[in-house]
Each structure stands twice: as structure tokens, then as C-alpha cells.
């Protein structure tokens, strides 16, 4: 049920449930918890790639923590290649790609997710692969 969530998600046709707000609502509640023992040191950084090319604090991983932690849903949750390269470092062991994932799911259920990955699931519904034809 929660694959086909996520894919009417991606489609930009899943309607916005009660049920659903109370799950993303739920996931968000998870993502503070998973997040609690980020003391915002910044160790995580300069292991990021996409922080490395960006070099915006917001993509960085704990500019990802200190938004998702403030249950902000925010599309910087999807500019993550969930490589674990921050969780390496971190002293606190916080599990940054679980609460990104959680934080991901929750977009979607709020009918929030990236329309890049709409067009995507469209042209493999449509053509059988990504790029809209069948060879
Ligand atoms: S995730 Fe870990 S390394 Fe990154 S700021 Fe938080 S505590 Fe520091
Ligand atoms: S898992 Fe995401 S946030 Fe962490 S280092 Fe990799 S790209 Fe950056």
C-alpha cells in the first residue's frame, strides 16, 4: 500500500488522505527522534558530495537534520544520494539517511513529491523504460 502511495505520489495523482497526513504525520514525529542526537557539529560536511559540489549549508547533512528537525518538509530531503558518507564521522551516530528516507515518504504522502520523478514512472509506464521508448 505504501509502494503504491509512493508511486501515485511520484505520478502527482495521489490524493492527500487523512490516513496519509497521520502517517507522514507519524514519520515526521520518527525523524525528529532519529535526528535528537544531532549536536550540530558539523563533522558531516566535508563528507558530503552533494554539499561538496552545492556548497549551500541547507543540503549539507546537518542542514538537513536542523530542517527535518523542525518537521520542515522541504525538497532539500530528496538532494541526497544516501551514500552514508555523513554517518561515518558523526560522533553522535545519528542515522541521517533513515530520517532523509522517512522524510521523503512523508513528502510524498503529502502529495509533495518531485515531478522529475513523476515524468520518470510516466515514461516507464508509457514507453517501458526512462527514456519513453521500447527498444
Ligand atoms: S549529523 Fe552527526 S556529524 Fe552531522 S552535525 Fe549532526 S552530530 Fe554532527
Ligand atoms: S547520505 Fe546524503 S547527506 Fe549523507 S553524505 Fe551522503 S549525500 Fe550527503
Redesign the pocket.
Known amino acids: 500500500m505504501i509502494l503504491l502511495n509512493v508511486l501515485e505520489g511520484m505520478m502527482g495523482k495521489h490524493k492527500v488522505s487523512e490516513a496519509d497526513k497521520i502517517e507522514a504525520n507519524n514519520l515526521m514525529e520518527e525523524v525528529v527522534e532519529i535526528l535528537e542526537p544531532?549536536?550540530?557539529?558539523?563533522?558531516?560536511k566535508s563528507l558530503c558530495p552533494v554539499f561538496r559540489v552545492l556548497r549551500e549549508e541547507q543540503v549539507s547533512?546537518?542542514g538537513k537534520?536542523i530542517i527535518l528537525s523542525e518537521k520542515i518538509l522541504d525538497k532539500v530531503v530528496f538532494e541526497c544520494t544516501l551514500c552514508k558518507g555523513?554517518e561515518q564521522?558523526?560522533?553522535?551516530d545519528?542515522k541521517?539517511c533513515d530520517a532523509i528516507l522517512k522524510g521523503r515518504e512523508a513528502m510524498v504522502l503529502r502529495g509533495k513529491g518531485l515531478k522529475s520523478d513523476a515524468e520518470r514512472v510516466r515514461e516507464v509506464w508509457k514507453g517501458g523504460n526512462f527514456f519513453g521508448k521500447r527498444d
Open positions: 544531532c549536536i550540530k557539529c558539523g563533522m558531516c547533512p546537518r537534520a555523513c564521522e558523526c560522533p553522535s545519528v541521517v
